[in-house]
């Protein structure tokens, strides 16, 4: 562990002093209980310390010529790197304020000379000791934070993949879901990312909630795995009657969601807002959508969005049974309902963002072998 004390060999003290004798007596003194480097000047001092192999303490004395041990003081404590190697001033300047200055300055302590060897000895073990356990537990929360941001790394791949296989659930149902998840998904981010300084809309859109909303978007639809194939993959429209049984999926997938928090035990923060978009994302801002007739604002915020997403990319998707719509049509479309079937912020976003959601639908656009793909399946299944 860099930084620390290795209680395999001998801890390292620097004595700095531009006296030879002094660095012979202190270099006598410590050298049968330390590996001891001396420097006989400041700069030569602050080299060894900035070095591969920096002291475990320093002896600093003050009166120098070139830099002052306060000067070498100073600079160690303003550098990362070498502030937290503690220095002990060791001088013949005695008075009160020079103590009191140095000690300001981030010294860990100050002798006086002419020194006394049991007095040097007890107190340089003293702060090679209060530096080890300083560096143990430095270690350790650079341990214990390198443990939780990977733990946060691992909740995070499960949150992912859990939503990931609950989308894949409802691909194996629904021959329409497939690239209108990920095209949903990225229109829900932009949409957010756009309104997140809004006065109505910045307290709930905050970067984790946008995160969690990209999330969850791909889950808006799940509730369609418990709709009956004769229904789901009905090639037209459906009859009053279908239709009735088409608009149970939103129920359906706030439920299973629901049950799958049931069974964990606990409620899930990163489903809350799939529950919300499952459940609203048929609603409409007069009151008229299903699958409770909510308006304004009693819809959930994250349900609203997914409305105008889910929309305009119905209407400008090809299916096996029909064109997909211009552009420029979905987006009038989506403007003629504003304040009707749109919350009306809302609407003003999509059609400031209306070029990017173009450019999204074309990355993610359904391919013929695609729609290939698709056609047989319905063929297979429905007979």
């Known amino acids: 562990m860099s930084g620390s004390l290795d209680f395999t060999e001998k801890a390292s003290v620097l004595v700095v002093d531009d006296t030879p004798d002094n660095l012979s007596l202190m270099s006598g003194l ?17 080299k060894i310390v900035q070095g591969d192999s920096p002291p475990d303490l320093i002896l600093l004395d003050i009166m120098m010529p070139g830099l002052s041990g306060y000067d ?16 002990i001033f060791l001088t013949a300047m005695t008075a009160t304020e020079d103590e009191k200055k140095g000690l300001e300055m981030g010294a860990a302590d100050f002798i006086t000379k002419p020194v006394n060897p049991p007095i040097v000895l007890a107190r340089v073990a003293t702060h090679l000791q209060i530096k080890a ?8 929360n650079a341990y214990l934070d390198a443990e939780v941001a990977r733990r946060g790394r691992e909740l995070a791949a499960i949150q992912d993949v859990t939503i990931l296989a609950m989308a894949s659930l409802a691909e194996t149902r629904d021959n329409d879901t497939g690239n209108h998840i990920r095209r949903t998904q990225n229109y829900i981010k932009v949409l957010a990312e756009h309104l997140k300084t809004h006065e109505r809309f910045r307290f709930f859109l905050t970067d984790k909630n946008i995160d969690m909303l990209f999330k969850s978007a791909p889950l808006h639809d799940i509730g369609k795995v418990g709709i009956p194939d004769r229904i789901l993959l009905k090639p037209g429209r459906f009859e009053p009657h279908e239709m009735e049984i088409m608009k149970t999926h939103c129920k359906l997938g706030r439920d299973a969601i629901q049950h799958a928090e049931d069974q964990l035990g606990l409620e899930v923060e990163f489903l809350k807002y799939a529950k919300e ?16 007739g909510l308006a304004g604002d009693a819809i959930p915020i994250s349900a609203r969005m997914m409305a105008v997403a889910d929309v305009y990319d ?23 309902g504003r304040g009707t079937h749109f ?21 993610f656009a359904d391919t013929d072998d695609d729609l290939a793909q698709k056609a047989a399946s319905l063929k297979t299944i429905t007979g």
């Not at 356990?133 to 350790?140: R, W």
């Not at 299916?319 to 049509?329: A, D, F, L, N, Q």
Request: proline share 5%; charged share 35%.
């Open 30 to 46: 410590l050298k049968d209980r330390y590996r001891v480097k001396v420097a006989n000047n400041g700069e030569k001092a602050i």
């Open 277 to 292: 978009i499952a459940y609203g994302h048929q609603e409409k801002w007069d009151g008229s959508g299903y699958p409770e």
């Open 343 to 363: 919350d009306p912020d809302i609407t003003d976003a999509f059609l400031a963002l209306a070029d990017r959601f173009n450019e999204i639908a074309q990355r």
């Open 133 to 140: 356990a300083a560096d143990f537990l430095k270690d350790q």
């Open 314 to 336: 119905a209407l400008i998707s090809r299916r096996v049974y029909k064109e997909g719509m211009p552009h420029e049509k979905a987006v009038r479309i989506i403007a003629e």
């Open 72 to 87: 070498v003081c100073q600079i160690l404590k303003a550098d990362p790197a070498t502030r937290d190697v503690p220095i």
